[in-house]
């Protein structure tokens, strides 16, 4: 999964452009997502047709910010550029609930 740190609307058009891309917001203070980190290879390894991304909050705010990524963990997946799904709130969130929403895109 890449890091991206600092996310402009520029990199966003680039990185959704083509196939199936799975962006999850953190930042690195968030207990909920670091919950998440162990199981985050798991499930890049169980969905290897999309490309993951992880977008630290703090430095996109103004991507986020556009998106409406308010709590995190937040989960917004795009097919060729287009958004066609989000998990987007405050709550933690378990391997299996980020496996079941993104087998809900298919």
Not at 34 to 56: T, V, W
Not at 88 to 105: C, G, I, M, P, Y
Request: aromatic residues 10%; glycine residues 4%.
């Amino acid at each position: 999964m890449e890091k991206i740190k600092e996310l402009t609307p520029e990199k966003l058009t680039y990185i959704i452009k083509e196939g199936r891309v799975v962006l999850e917001f953190s930042a690195e203070w968030c207990p909920d997502c670091r919950f998440l980190d162990p199981f985050l290879p798991e499930i890049e390894a169980d969905f290897s047709d999309s490309k993951f991304y992880q977008i630290d909050r703090d430095g996109s705010m103004d991507v986020a910010k556009n998106l409406m990524i308010m709590g995190i963990p937040s989960f917004v997946v795009y097919q060729d550029g287009k958004e066609i799904g989000r998990l987007v709130n405050k709550d933690r969130k378990t391997k299996q609930q980020v496996e079941d929403f993104l087998r809900s895109l298919d």
